[in-house]
Structures are given as C-alpha cells and as structure tokens.
C-alpha cells in the first residue's frame, strides 16, 4: 500500500518541528510540500533526510516554493516549473518519479484581490496547468497531480460560501478551469471518497475558524486512469492543523494498492524531457545518502 499526500506546510523553517513529527507518525511513502517560503539553501534537507526521507525542492525568498519528499529514496525529478511562460518565476510547479509513480507537485496561484493582475495570472497559469495535465493524463503511467489548487470547487466544499463569494477561490472562473482539469479524466480523490460529507483542508486563522471547524477544501489529489482504480482511502490528517503554530491547511492523503513500478518507468511517462534535464541542471538534486526507516 502506497500513501501520498500534500500539505501547503506555510514556511518550512518555522514550521519545521510540525513537519517532522507529522512524517515521524504518519509516514506517508510521498509527500508533497506547498509554500516552504525559502530560497533553495535554506531548505532543512538534512533534517528530512535524517527523518528517513530524500527529497527535491524549487524554493523562492519570502513566497511560494514547492517540494517532493520520498521515504526511503531519492524522487527523481523530471520537471520543474510549468512549460507556457518562460517569463513566469514563480516556483509553483515540481514533478517527479518516486515508488513507480509520476507525481506533479503544485501549488496554484492565490488570486486575491480580484478582479486585477494576481487573478489574471491565476486563470492564466491554470489554462497552462490544463494544457500540460492532458499529456500526464495521457501518459499511460500512473499519475498524481496534488498540491494547493487554491480554489473551492462547489458551495458544498466550504462552511459557508456567502462570506467568501468575492473571492478568488470562489469565483466561477476559477471552478469552471477546475472541473475543465477533472473532465479531461481526472478523479478527485477526497471528494470520491466522501460524496456525500463535508470536509475540509484549510481554516484560516481569522475568527476562531479552526475551533468552529469553519473550513475550505482547497488541497487535491487527483488521479488519472492508471491510478484512480487503485485508490483504497483518503483522509486529512486534522491533528496537525491542531498542533502550536500550525500552517492553516492540514496534510491530505491519499492511499493506492499499485503494483510498484521502476521510477524509470514512471519518469518515461514525462514529456519535455530535456527542459527538465536542464532545470535539474542549476539545481542539482541533493547526492543520495542511505536513509534510516521512518517508521
């Protein structure tokens, strides 16, 4: 049994300790990171290797960032950054292949305030997410695309919609490229595993949000053909939201019984291979290193 998860950690050195006991007691075999807010030396590799874990980053002063961690083994990258852009310097996207799986890391632009720019940028770099989603949909191999999607997808995936409706997160754009993302053949893992209930991801810490259990669904994995049959479960891990200086989302996951594959059977199912090649290139992944069992 494979598990995978995301979670926008919201700054990896400060909320560090959080970190390591949720891998420490959940050891997820994947786990993708939203928002670690550090350029690419401040990134804790040494403590994450010392939890067990290899891992690949794309980091930025101050903002965003993304991270794929893999236990037991180096993830090998094949993308960073989305292809459309070239201009685009935000790092917000991070693919690789760990335990014969492909998964892209992501983390969506916020949006906020709209109408304006940041949104325009948002609807504008998920038209590029949809564009490159088709290929890894149709790649044939087992595919994950998870992380921060910044967007609610119906009125039934917030507490109450009323006091966000100005929102960039709520906005029929935005959930119209959203379901255009899962009508290429995407399963929305949580929501296929809850139909009826409502759950959430993300409680912000205005107004005592968490304590009410006043939250978003904004964190998804979604899986294509390959993968969506083998999903077995999928949860949040609350507790962690509830722990001292928590990030306001809480880690998502997912569970696959996949018949495991060779990475470099998963890495195959990426095209652009040479734009990764290249990315890899002026950040070399960290040098593999044997990692102690996590659990």
Known sequence: MLKIATFNINGVRSRLPALLEWLDREAPDIACLQEL??????????EIRAAGYGAI????????????????????????????????????????AAHGVLVGCLY???????????????????ERLIG??????????????????????TDEDIYNPKSWRKDALLQPESRECYRRLLDQGWLDALRA??????????????????????GLRIDHLLLNPQ??????????????????????HAPTWITVDLKVQKPSAAKKAVAGKPAAKKAAAKT???????????G
């Open 108 to 126: 969506l632009p916020n949006g906020n305030p709209q109408p304006g720019p940041k949104f325009d940028y948002k609807l504008a770099w998920f």
């Open 284 to 294: 070399p992944a960290p040098r593999a290193q044997r990692a102690k069992s996590a």
């Open 227 to 248: 993968m969506a049959p083998h999903l077995k479960d999928a949860g949040v891990d609350r507790w962690v939201r509830d722990l001292p200086h928590a990030s306001d």
């Open 193 to 214: 595993r809850y139909p009826d209930e409502r759950i959430y991801t993300f409680w912000d810490y205005f107004r005592q949000h968490w304590q009410k259990n006043s």
């Open 37 to 46: 807010k550090a350029p690419d030396a401040a990134f804790p590799i040494d």
């Open 132 to 153: 490159y989603a088709a290929r890894l949909h149709d790649s044939g191999h087992p595919v994950v695309l998870a992380g921060d999607f910044n967007v609610v997808p």
């Open 57 to 96: 980053w794309h980091g930025q002063a101050s903002w965003n960032g993304v991270a794929i961690l893999a236990r037991g083994m180096e993830p090998i990258e094949s993308r960073r950054g989305l292809p459309g852009d070239p201009d685009d310097t935000h790092s917000r996207y991070l693919e690789a």
